[in-house]
């Protein structure tokens, strides 16, 4: 996958997304165990937030802040189980667009492509 190389790139360093190239047993088995400390700390987080929200909250200004911080976190967690869940899914449909149809076969559209892989990174 040459695409979106930064973004990916991104998502291995928060262990949301294992490279492919890793096919040793040994860093596989590190890199889930990273991915489960970091989905562990983020639910921690959310239930810290829910708490917070539950226990000491005691005006509508803070449960309002604490209600929307909490919001978004539950959308986070909920978007990383979503991609991890979806790994293979992503991939496949990552292949298929650097497939025949869908890959760029003029010089233009290649220029299109590196133009926005630039601006990307």
Request: net charge negative; glycine share 0%.
């Given at each position: 996958m040459h695409i979106l190389k930064f973004t990916f790139k991104l998502l291995t360093i928060f262990g949301c997304w294992r490279p492919d190239?890793?096919?040793?047993?040994?860093?596989?088995i590190a890199y889930y165990l990273y991915t489960s400390i970091i989905i562990l700390l983020l639910h921690t987080f959310m239930l810290s937030q829910l708490m917070d929200?539950?226990?000491?909250?005691?005006?509508?200004?803070?449960?309002?802040?604490?209600?929307?911080v909490l919001l978004a976190m539950f959308i986070s967690c909920c978007k990383l189980l979503i991609l991890i869940t979806n790994r293979k899914n992503i991939i496949m449909l990552i292949d298929m667009l650097m497939e025949k149809p869908y890959r760029p076969s003029k010089s233009t559209?290649?220029?299109?492509?590196y133009k926005f892989d630039?601006?990307?990174e």
């Open positions: 190239s890793w096919l040793s047993l040994h860093k596989r929200l539950i226990l000491t909250v005691d005006n509508t200004d803070n449960f309002s802040d604490n209600f929307f559209e290649m220029e299109i492509l630039k601006d990307i």
